[in-house]
């Protein structure tokens, strides 16, 4: 196994030459220290069956199983699909998920620790993932932006997200918001939160996701908000990764914004992601739950 490290200041490594079938815990172990270290990592040449990709990913912690069965892989709840793309004919998974900033789970309390991503059909052109360093955007914030969130709290929430479904067709959509709402109620998180095994703090905010910020007027949150977003979206902060053939994503879900991008408009496109609880707090001072165990 090779491990290629970023420039200095930069995020994401490449792993050449690593065999997912015969990882052991000793490897998982160093690439979630690398992973910590490089926030994103991107192994080269990988080949897996639904099955070993579902393996692979329990040596990292606990797969998750999306709250939203309708995303399900339909063998394996693990493996959450993305896909414009039918399978044996049907429908699977849904289309288009994730074209906006965001850190996953975000909106539960017990937010997804890390994420991998297994693209299974690559269109032809353009088709990325892009990410937002979310400690270099803390560190890099303007003073005064830092000092009105640092002590403060944000409230996420993903119903603006909810895809409509073939069975919604004739119903409300305040019926449909009710219905995601109890399923999915939102919750609050520090606006700055701390790595628990890096020590580093990270801004935890994203454009998806967050609504307001706690216990602040309606008007002066949003605005603060916008001013937060634009300074997210500086391009020094953004690193792309270009789907290639082979390739598979793993990320911390504490220190990055992500969304998924390009595929131009009827070109197939397919991915399966899995996601992990790695079993630590998502941040100091952030309950562990039972789901994340
Ligand atoms: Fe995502």
């Known amino acids: ?81 993305s896909s414009n793309v039918p399978m044996d004919g049907k429908k699977v998974g849904v289309a288009g998920t994730g074209r906006f900033w965001h850190s996953d789970y975000q909106f539960f309390d017990e937010p997804l620790s890390t994420t991998f991503v297994l693209p299974k059909i690559i269109p032809e052109g353009h088709r990325a993932t892009l990410f937002v360093d979310m400690v270099a955007a803390l560190r890099t914030l303007p003073a005064n932006l830092r000092r009105a969130l640092e002590s403060r709290s944000c409230f996420h929430e993903a119903v603006m997200y909810y895809k409509v479904q ?17 399923l999915s109620p939102g919750a609050h998180h520090p606006a700055v939160i701390t790595h628990p095994v890096t020590g580093q703090q990270a801004l935890y905010i994203s454009e998806g996701f967050t609504m307001g910020v706690d216990g602040m007027p309606h008007e002066a949150s949003q605005q603060l908000l916008q001013d937060v977003f ?26 990055l914004n992500h969304m998924s991008a390009g595929g131009a408009p009827g070109q197939g496109s397919r991915s399966y992601r899995i996601g992990v609880y790695d079993g630590l707090p998502f941040y100091e001072g952030c309950k562990l739950l039972e789901t994340a165990l």
């Open 166 to 182: 073939p069975g919604d067709i004739d119903r409300a959509i305040a019926e449909l918001m009710a219905e995601f709402r109890r």
């Open 230 to 255: 634009a300074h997210l979206r500086s391009p020094a902060l953004v690193h792309e990764h270009e789907w290639g053939a082979g390739d598979l994503m793993y990320w911390d879900n504490r220190q």
């Open 1 to 81: 196994m090779k491990v290629e490290t970023p420039p200095e200041g930069r995020i994401g490594a490449r792993i050449h030459g690593f065999h997912p079938n015969t990882c052991t815990k000793e490897q998982a172990a160093t690439l979630r220290q690398l992973v910590y270290r490089h926030k994103l990592l991107v192994f080269t040449g990988i080949d897996l069956d639904d099955q070993d990709y579902i393996d692979l990913a329990r040596q990292f912690g606990k797969p998750q199983v999306y709250f939203q069965d309708h995303y399900h892989h339909p063998a394996h709840p693990e493996i959450f699909v």
